[in-house]
């Protein structure tokens, strides 16, 4: 065979690799040109390869040699299939894991980040800085002309249903929608007269904790968690108490069962599907252990589900509520659980679309949304529900996680590339962060003020923990599309670490 094989992937098409027909057999010779291609960087971490089909025609080979050779490269770990996606070049780890938090609780504190919060956020809002500080991950890969469409259907079919006051709980089309996706997604039977539509995941929280909580009761949270989730409970004057969260299997159960045992916790506020910032998808075996406990201590869970339909794999993690006998939400004698979502991680962060969903506490619910915003906006709600029943919004997410298990890819060879001995990570399932622990003694508040004035934002770590336990970590965001300008600030950020450290 003397036919070249080209186009390795979209990101060395043009480019030659060496021609095949010599004594090697042929699935041996496909190897070496996936092989040299990784090995001088055309093809990166989190690269997909070309397709069976079009690696046979630029090489001149069979399909099932084509096969038989990506299956070798998978054997020896160079490549790695996903279902339905098809074989991507694989991320060799070399820097050790994130450790877990500190055993031991602190007990129940306030949080002590807000003008760390408040600079964080400013950072973010500025355009001139590249945007590692933020979790936005559809932005890896927007969905602009989806939206699009689905808008001018709507404006052009219900134009003044748009303009009018929308239901306090929703619009009833987006609660039957979701309805049908969530069955559809992960075989949840949920009544959408369940659901309330909210003004993002973060209104979702805060009704679902005021619904179910009062000032100084006690919220337990995963160790690191998200820090809006700690701001939101300072501010309706509760306390968080900390539960140590394992970086590959999440809550530490015996962690959360000493933590009831020792107090009373009146709620939990955890995101067992896909955590923020570890990226650690909490095992089903697990989470159901967890739900005895709940149960028997007579907790209830707030689950944060905005991450769960981004996992890498494309294996949606069952939201708790519904693990339950036949997955429903209704009479089961578990604990008491409240699910929250939104559309802004995986569509459409600027429309403020979210949800909480329990049949329990809708009356509280609706109160509580009546007394904050009344309703949220229609056109939003309707464009996305046309976005869910056209089966652009399925179609968007198989895109989604394909870009951002690259980018995470892409973002952990870059980090093991430059920054300094000491330094470790996480190794997400899912999401749009990366979470990085820094050389002992390093301060990432001072890496997070140098970084600003170089043109780059970072959120430090401090502000995911109410007793700022991770003074010397940084969450990193991969929610864009990667660019030189990425590879700069990267770059930048493993000196600046290395200086400090030395």
């Not at 690696?55 to 160079?78: D, F, K, N, W």
């Not at 909580?213 to 690191?224: F, I, M």
């Not at 159960?253 to 955890?270: I, Q, S």
């Not at 001072?446 to 336990?469: M, N, T, Y």
Request: glycine letters at 8%; charged letters at 20%; proline letters at 7%.
């Amino acid at each position: 065979m003397q036919a070249k094989a080209t186009a390795v992937t979209a990101q060395t098409e043009g480019c030659s690799a060496p021609q095949l027909g010599g004594s090697d057999p042929l699935y041996r010779q496909v190897m070496e040109v996936v092989a040299q291609s990784i090995s001088s960087g055309a093809l990166r971490p989190g690269d997909r390869l070309p397709s069976l089909r079009k690696m046979s025609s630029s090489t001149g080979v069979s399909i099932p040699t084509v096969q038989q050779a990506y299956v070798e490269l998978e054997r020896h770990r160079r490549v790695e299939s996903r279902p339905r996606s098809g074989f991507f070049v694989r991320h060799v780890a070399e820097l050790p894991l994130v450790r877990a938090a500190p055993r031991g609780s602190r007990g129940p504190a306030r949080y002590r980040s807000v003008p760390l919060v408040q600079r964080v956020y400013e950072a973010i809002d500025r355009a001139d800085l590249v945007p590692l500080g933020i979790a936005n991950p559809t932005m890896a890969r927007p969905a602009t002309k989806a939206l699009g469409r689905c808008m001018r259907r709507v404006m052009s079919r219900q134009g003044e249903r748009t303009i009018n006051y929308p239901p306090t709980l929703g619009e009833p089309v987006l609660k039957r929608q979701l309805a049908f996706y969530l069955l559809d997604s992960v075989g949840a039977q949920i009544d959408p007269d369940s659901i309330c539509i909210t003004n993002g995941a973060q209104e979702a929280l805060a009704l679902a904790l005021q619904a179910v909580a009062c000032t100084g009761d006690v919220v337990a949270v995963e160790s690191p968690t998200y820090h809006g989730m700690l701001e939101l409970i300072d501010s309706l004057g509760m306390y968080a108490l900390e539960i140590e969260t394992c970086p590959e299997d999440g809550i530490s159960l015996r962690a959360l069962e000493r933590a009831l045992a020792g107090r009373k916790v009146k709620v939990c506020l955890f995101a067992t599907t896909l955590n923020n910032p570890l990226g650690v998808s909490m095992p089903q075996a697990n989470r159901a252990q967890m739900l005895e406990l709940l149960a028997r201590h007579q907790t209830t869970l707030i689950e944060d589900d905005v991450y769960g339909e981004l996992r890498f794999d494309g294996q949606r993690a069952v939201p708790s509520q519904f693990l339950r006998s036949g997955r429903t939400p209704s009479t089961h004698p578990g604990p008491d659980v409240l699910t929250c979502g939104s559309f802004s991680k995986t569509v459409a962060p600027g429309y403020r679309v979210g949800w909480v969903i329990s049949a329990r506490h809708r009356d509280a619910i609706a109160r509580l949304k009546r007394s904050h915003s009344c309703g949220s906006p229609a056109l939003p709600q309707l464009t996305l529900a046309d976005m869910l029943a056209s089966g652009d919004y399925a179609r968007h997410l198989i895109q989604l996680r394909l870009a951002l298990g690259q980018n995470a890819a892409l973002m952990t060879s870059q980090v093991e590339a430059h920054f300094p001995a000491g330094t470790r990570i996480s190794k997400p399932r899912g999401g749009g962060v990366l979470w990085v622990e820094l050389p002992e003694g390093l301060d990432s508040e001072d890496l997070f003020e140098r970084a600003i004035d170089a043109g780059v934002s970072i959120a430090p770590g401090g502000i995911f923990s109410p007793g700022k336990r991770y003074s010397n970590f940084v969450r990193l965001g991969f929610g864009h599309v990667w660019d030189e300008a990425t590879d700069r600030a990267l770059l930048w950020l493993g000196g600046e670490v290395s200086r400090l450290a030395a």
